[in-house]
């Protein structure tokens, strides 16, 4: 019984043999491949067809196209458009195409100039409360009342500007309580009204802010404001000093930049820009032109070492 159970046929024998045989040539000669399997246990089918069948799909997809390859790999989704390179092996996108150039203008054409910035808009100052009040109150001393910028800006008459910035500092609704600048524009082509003295107003508990400008011709003196506002005190001795306008009724009118007999006003539009007042130097500064050739220079770099 024992020698029965063990005995083999022939037939069996070559059975395994071969499925072994089978087995042992796949695993060491075939590349692995993501889904292709050797034969299964017990097939007939000849090794060299499988080996083959393998070998012809790895060839297909080395020359597959990046599209195509992204298309198995992610079906339904948008794909960028790829050029394959062959730089160490690596795929990288197509560079851009370069802009097509540009035709030459004709002969005797001109380019086109380029658009001008547009000018500066100004508006009236319509529906405002506190800008009616005053157009009411002094009638035609008021000959401007525009917004420029977000700026608000009234030009007044010379003879009622006190008026008009006693009413602008004491009135309710205004309360413009603090000077923070005047300053001037020199206009030397308008005839009879070459300055704008131009006072800067701002209230601090309506948080707003006014500019207040008169016109004064070259000579003419301007009010002084610093009885409702005293720190007007400063901005207009320069004003003075750069310009030359003289204000009224100020309490100590001298300049506070130059000297008091430096000639001329700088911020005048006909004053020379690189002007050098050499009179001026020459009596107020003791000093002596150095020939750099003579020995005196010499003598001072030695003492130095």
């Known amino acids: 019984m024992a020698d029965e159970t063990k005995d083999t046929s022939p037939q069996d024998d070559e059975s395994h043999d071969a499925k072994q045989s089978t087995v042992e040539t796949v695993g060491a000669d ?21 080996e083959a069948k393998i070998k012809e799909e790895a060839a297909a997809e080395k020359t ?3 599209e195509a390859k992204i298309e198995a790999a992610l079906p339904g989704v948008e794909k960028p458009s790829l050029t394959p390179t062959v730089e160490g092996g690596t ?32 508006v009236d100052i319509t ?8 157009r009411e109150r002094f009638g035609d001393a008021i ?13 007044v008459k010379k003879d009622s500007l ?40 701002y209230s601090v508990p309506n948080n707003r802010r006014l500019r207040v400008k008169v016109a004064l011709a070259d000579g003419e003196s301007c009010a002084s ?34 000297p008091s007999d430096w000639p001329g006003h700088p911020l005048r539009k006909e004053y020379p820009i690189e002007y050098r007042d050499n009179e001026w130097t020459d009596k107020h500064l003791d ?10 220079i010499d003598v001072k770099y030695a003492e130095r070492r």
């Open 162 to 201: 006190i008026e008009l910035c006693r009413f602008l500092h004491e009135d309710d609704a205004a309360l413009f309580d603090m000077c923070t600048d005047v300053t001037a524009i020199h206009w030397p082509e308008r005839s009879g009204k070459e300055f704008d003295v131009v006072i800067l107003l």
């Open 64 to 66: 597959l196209k990046p």
């Open 127 to 134: 529906g405002d409360a506190l800008i009616d009040r005053i």
């Open 91 to 122: 795929e990288k996108p197509a560079p851009p195409k370069p802009a097509p150039p540009k035709a030459a203008p004709a002969a005797g054409h001109k380019p086109a100039a380029p658009a001008k910035k547009g000018p500066t808009v100004t």
């Open 287 to 296: 000093y002596r032109e150095i020939d750099y050739d003579t020995s005196l």
């Open 30 to 50: 075939v590349p692995e491949k993501a889904g292709a399997l050797p034969p299964e246990a017990g097939s007939r089918a000849p090794v060299e067809e499988f």
């Open 225 to 258: 404001v610093t009885p409702i506002w005293a720190g007007a005190n400063w901005t207009e001795r320069e004003v003075f000093d750069m310009f030359g306008i003289r204000f009224d009724g100020h309490p100590d009118l001298r300049r506070i930049l130059l």
């Open 143 to 155: 000959t401007e009342a525009v917004a420029t910028l977000g700026q608000q800006i009234i030009a």
